[in-house]
């Protein structure tokens, strides 16, 4: 029994032992939930509305398709770079040309061979203007090779264009779609198929909601544990008083501060802080109050480490 005793006791220096941090966390009883991000998603060109997929409470990923405006001369663009750009490919791939001035040198200086060595043979045989005059055919080959090589080289550089061209239409065509920037929830829907839409009209309101921010004040006192990046653990209660030990099994919804105000708020004598929490399930919702507890350890997690640490005295 005294042994028992004695190890409850030690409790506080066995979790401390343990590694697990004693200091208590600092709390802020009143903290909300605000959005991070919400946007106005807009038209990116003119034209009518063929299509609208949102609806209000829908919950989407990023890049997914909300509405559409018609694409037809987009598409007929596009299909049109693309036939340019096969046949550009075709010329810049295509060793035919070269091949066949290749073919024209190799004739004309084997001509040009000939009748110089017939004509050193037999002076009268061949005349010094067919010399000329077949030097000449080959040198014209000669500078025929290098043209069609050049040619060549300018076929892979319209190639290079075309699939510019390509790419170019290919933006303008997905510029007709209407896309989620991140994940989220649409709360509202503006347009409706058949409205004219222009660039920059609204389409439909989106807000994300995998991520939130929590915002509190602090005492001054807390600063020192309240500096960016600190962990916190915001439960989500809103029936909780001051002072109060959450129900067990309240979930809770971990993240970090990321704004510590430099500034002393003049009414309440207080800092604001703000906390990014991840919230993937979409439990959480934008004022919405709990407790948000910043830095500090888990009264749970110390009791467990505590009480395998009696376990393994006995």
Do not use: C
Not at 107 to 112: F, G, K, N, R, T
Not at 152 to 174: C, P, S, Y
Not at 245 to 253: H, K, L, T, W
């Amino acid at each position: 029994m005294l042994q028992t005793t004695f190890l409850w006791l030690a409790l506080p220096a066995l979790a401390f032992a343990d590694g697990a941090d004693s200091s208590p966390a600092v709390t802020i009883d009143a903290a909300m939930i605000r959005l991070i991000d919400q946007v106005e998603v807009p038209a990116r060109d003119n034209g009518m509305l063929v299509g609208v997929m949102a609806r209000e409470g829908l919950i989407v990923k990023e890049g997914e398709l909300l509405g559409k405006i018609d694409d037809t001369q987009p598409k007929i663009a596009l299909q049109k770079t693309e036939h340019e750009l096969q046949i550009a490919t075709r010329k810049a791939e295509s060793k035919v040309a070269i091949q066949a001035a290749i073919k024209s040198r190799e004739v004309a200086e084997s001509d040009l061979s000939r009748s110089v060595e017939a004509r050193k043979k037999f002076k009268e045989s061949v005349s010094e203007a067919e010399i000329d005059s077949l030097r000449l055919k080959a040198e014209k080959a000669a500078l025929e090779v290098q043209q069609a090589e050049e040619e060549q080289e300018i076929a892979g550089i319209t190639r290079r264009v075309k699939q510019d061209e390509v790419e170019t239409a290919r933006a303008i065509l997905e510029q007709r779609l209407v896309l989620a920037p991140w994940p989220g929830m649409v709360v509202q829907v503006h347009k409706r198929r058949g409205d004219w839409m222009q660039t920059g009209d609204k389409v439909v309101r989106l807000v994300r909601l995998d991520l939130l921010r929590v915002e509190g004040y602090v005492l001054p006192a807390d600063l020192p544990r309240t500096e960016v990046g600190a962990p916190v653990r915001f439960i989500a209660s809103a029936g909780l008083q001051p002072g109060q030990v959450p129900a067990a099994g309240s979930p809770e919804y971990r993240g970090k501060i990321v704004f510590v105000s430099p500034e002393l708020d003049p009414v309440n004598a207080q800092i604001r802080v703000y906390a990014e929490i991840e919230n993937p399930e979409f439990q959480l919702r934008p004022g919405q109050r709990g407790r948000l507890l910043i830095g500090g350890t888990a009264p749970e997690k110390v009791v467990e480490k505590t009480a395998k640490a009696v376990q393994a005295k006995k």
